[in-house]
């Protein structure tokens, strides 16, 4: 189960390590969540971010109010 108490099942890997074990640890980024992170890293600018956004060409995550 994750955080917001959804479920989901997925694939386990196909190889095993000793006792090592591998499992979800936290849940897929919604659309948008980290667009605007990984934008202002590759060197874009805030105004750049917006203006994307407003065009609609990218989706940028917005906690609700």
């Known amino acids: ?13 196909p190889l095993e390590m000793g006792a090592h074990s591998f499992g ?4 897929t980024p919604k659309p948008g969540e980290h667009t605007d992170e990984v934008l202002r890293e ?6 750049e971010i917006e203006r994307l956004a407003a065009l609609g060409a990218i989706a940028i995550d917005v906690p609700p109010a």
């Open 1 to 13: 189960d994750f955080p917001n108490g959804v479920s989901a099942r997925v694939p386990g890997l």
């Open 24 to 27: 979800v640890r936290r849940q």
């Open 42 to 47: 590759a060197g874009y600018s805030a105004v």
